[in-house]
């Protein structure tokens, strides 16, 4: 899949063992733009000459930008429906080049419940290959992802007392503007 197909899925929306992926060509603009997005100007990744002679035999991506590249995917399947990229990692196996197409596969490793947070946490592991279909990274991730409304009803998160402006505890939440100050002359006051 590429572009928005099977985008927009929401947390319970997914179970353990989902897979789905995305696919990029990288060209060279990709490694030119890399360096000057990141401020690195490594001979590996801009210079021709300099890099023919290293055991890559030519210009490589950067490792961030191929760790980018995967996340990109995970964006995609939960475009609209992600809170927060709350964790990342990525272990580069072999070098991405330009012209290599990178197909990164992300299956569903766990989940964790926030019905508090409007959703759930979602655990996943990555695998990128080249053209080649040789693995060029591994990676790691997890994303808070919001719930559809009927799972969040199921949850009981969407209680009356919240649908109603109060708080946890069930009580009218006041404006910090409004709120008492215990010291009239506000020294000390946060």
Known sequence: MTGMDGSGRHYDE????????????V???????????IGDFNPHHV?????????????????VMTSAIMGGAVG????GTAVAYLEHATRFVAPVRAGDTLTTTWTVVGKTDKPKHGGG???????????????????DGKMLVAATASWLDAMGAMG???AQGKGRF????????LAPSPNPSGAGHR
Do not use: Q, W
């Not at 997914?14 to 060509?25: E, M, P, Q």
């Not at 060209?27 to 997005?37: E, K, P």
């Not at 069930?170 to 910090?176: A, E, F, H, L, Y």
């Open 170 to 177: 069930g009580r009218r939440r006041r404006s910090p503007s």
């Open 121 to 139: 946490v979602v655990a996943m592991r990555a695998v990128a290959v080249n053209r080649r279909g040789e693995t060029v990274a591994e990676g």
């Open 76 to 79: 995609m399947i939960f475009h």
């Open 160 to 162: 009356r007392g919240r």
């Open 47 to 63: 210079d021709d000459a300099f890099a023919s002679g290293t055991r890559f035999g030519t210009r490589i991506l950067h490792g």
């Open 27 to 37: 060209t060279d603009t990709h490694l030119v733009v890399g360096a000057g997005l």
């Open 14 to 25: 997914v179970k353990i063992g989902d897979a789905f992926r995305r696919s990029l060509t």
